[in-house]
């Protein structure tokens, strides 16, 4: 099925030291592998045989599939070779200069490699990052010995992008010198000493020198096979068998398991929530902070000790087929290690990931001597429940069904008055459903164009008879709002069938298809590819490609324009046009966008939530400007101690003028005391669309109130 995909693609994250740290499989033949003694040193992780036939299977399908029909070349081979050092070591902190000189005789052979299938200068290079990273995480801990001179005017600068390799040792030593120091330094600022500090990092480093020898030919072949995707778009990407079965709940927001969020905490996998309905809340055997010290299959399989162990390789585990057994060792939250160890058992079941799923809300928005009823449904995705819909489900989930159920659960009670669909950091998902969710708003017609690899042109009709609501609409979006979000948010704008609010959003007007590599394979989990092999455009032949979907109302968003969006990925295809379609819009909304836009501006200026949101805007973009952090300690604290000021500053003001109480520290505030300004603001506007023009009397905010459901 085709997609539209999300733009946010991870690339598998280099083993990096965090703060906190349906297209035919084109048969390919013999991958036309001689045997050669092998490049890797003991030790090292090599690709497998499977990965070897894979590779030229991939290339094959790339070449052939692609929207651009692009050969892997030498020309391509220098670019996927710099792709591939950027997704090891993009930050310059691990390489010095000679290794990559040395590396620079593999540039002109990534073409040969992917084509053959011999991959061991891939993870030549891998194991080479290995070394590095062993070497500067020794380092970095060797160095929590000795307390760092805080009075020292130095800084860091930790964006280093674009920045040179280290020339030597000496250098990258100074560099990582400056890292500790760094990290130290911003656990200092929270209140903890030095010997607190360095016990902290001497903990994260070690778990990160852990984690080095966990990394597989899985996440190696995942990162190689990304960087050869990458020259052709951003969004054309290969998924490891685990991955591509996260992706797969992604979109169909279920799986089988025991419904428990997991997450690592130092050596144990830890229960991080609960998902309501699931296996395990439902049992109440398990609670959030409980450890998972060994798993076991059916009523009396062993139990396999997993502390340690890689998350995933836990997950994997503990997933498996409804109504089958699992045995979890349970470490209780609190206790110490080793005592109280418990065994529960549960049987798996189906998994629905509510909390990824559309709601609903009601705000009820005083417009002067009026109260109006305004819809809100937050769309964080277009998903499918495809496993459900093949079973034959009748009741399978999609994002437009959703919808259409949670216009109907508002109007319950009465009609409203106008409706909010927010798509804020809704990166896309299903075609289909960008389809099915404009045709709920629309009576009949084209929703948008689809343009193949091989130039023919599809027109995507309105699959929805009649509509679900046919009220008043805002519809809010902002930078990362992609793909199917746009699709939707350009059909409402042409069609003038409801205002688009917030910021430009992200520009990806590609789509792409997925193709499992194991569909016609005796092997199973070969993982997937997901290739780009079409560009979509709005009814009025306008792409969205780089541009997006410009508002017609402005409003603040936390997202930069300049840092995020397809402008700032690399290998982007290019915006384009093409012929228009004939579609019936409603009356132009021009008159009234301007009307609106002149009531919001004034409501703004005098709104203090909202001024208190453009101050902390103002505050973080300012931050931006920043690529390098002091490391004297006293100037850090003279630098936090006025930003904490000015927030405090800022958060008084808002909550006085709410009728709040002042606040004697930031520490003491909430995070859900803080307003979604921008969904206030959508809503009033909306509010406003509904009256049809300016209030009695100016906008206020007295009498708001607000009722998630």
Known sequence: MARIGNPLRSILAPLALAA?????????????MSAAPSLLPEGAIHPTARQQLLAPQIANILEQNHYSRRPIDKEFSAQAFDHYLNALDGQRSYFMAADVAAMQKWRSAFDDMIHTG????????????????????????????????????????????????PRDAAELNDLWRQRVKSDALSLMLTGKTWPEAADT??????????????????????????????????????????????????????????????????????????????????????????????????????????????????????????????????????????????????????????????????????????????????????????????????????????????IGELQADGPIDALVLDLRADGGGFLPEAQALTGLFID??????????????????????GVAYGGPLAVLVDRTSASASEIFAAAMQDYHRGVVLGQTTFGKGTVQNLIPLDRWSRQSADGQLTITIGKFYRVTGESTQLRGVEPDIELPARVSLQDVGEGALESPLPWDRIAPVPFAAEAPLAGTVQTLSKIESAHSASDADYQWLVGALGALQQS??????????????????????????????????????????????????????????????????????PSPAPPTTAGVRSSAQ
């Open 20 to 32: 906190s740290c349906l297209l035919l499989l084109v048969a390919t033949g013999s991958s036309g």
């Open 118 to 165: 011999q991959l061991d200068p891939a993870f030549l290079i891998f194991a080479r990052l290995q070394q590095r990273n062993r070497e500067r995480i020794e380092y970095a801990i060797s160095l929590l010995s000795t307390e760092p001179n805080w009075k020292l005017e130095e800084s860091y600068a930790f964006d280093r992008d674009k920045a040179p390799w």
């Open 201 to 406: 990092l001497r903990k994260r480093y070690q778990r990160v020198l852990q984690r080095v020898g966990q990394v597989s030919a899985d996440d190696v072949f995942e990162s190689l096979m990304n960087s050869y995707a990458a020259v052709y778009d951003p969004h054309s990407n290969y998924f490891a068998p685990r991955n591509a079965e996260e992706y797969r709940i992604q979109m169909s927001l279920s799986y089988e398991g025991i419904g428990a969020s997991l997450q690592q905490v130092d050596d144990y996998v830890t229960i991080s929530s609960l998902i309501d309905g699931g296996p395990a809340a439902t049992a109440g055997a398990l609670k959030p902070n409980d450890r998972i010290m060994a798993v076991g299959q059916g009523h009396d399989g062993s139990l396999n000790d997993v502390v340690g162990w890689r998350l995933d390789d836990v997950v994997q585990l503990i997933r498996g087929k409804a109504e089958t057994q699992v045995r979890l060792q349970i470490l209780p939250a609190g206790a110490a290690p080793g005592t109280n160890l418990r065994v529960i058992e549960l049987t798996r079941g189906k998994v629905t990931l509510k909390n990824l799923a559309a709601k609903r809300e009601l705000r009820q928005i005083r417009l002067g001597d009026r109260t109006l009823r305004v819809g809100v449904i937050t769309v964080p995705g277009f998903y499918e429940d495809n496993d459900a819909r093949s079973a034959g489900d009748p009741n399978y989930r999609t994002t437009a069904r959703d919808v259409r159920r949670l």
């Open 444 to 465: 009949h017609g084209p929703v948008a164009q689809l343009k193949y690899t091989d130039g023919h042109i599809e027109v995507l009709e309105d699959p929805e008879p």
């Open 624 to 693: 931006r400007k920043d690529h390098a952090l002091s490391l004297n300690l006293q100037e850090r604290q003279h630098e936090r101690n006025i930003q904490e000021q000015q927030s405090l500053v800022r958060e008084n003001a808002r909550r006085i003028a709410d009728g709040l109480p002042a606040l004697k520290a930031l520490s003491d505030a909430q995070t859900d005391d803080q307003p979604d300004v921008v969904l206030a603001e959508a809503a009033r506007i909306a509010a406003q669309l509904a009256v049809g023009g």
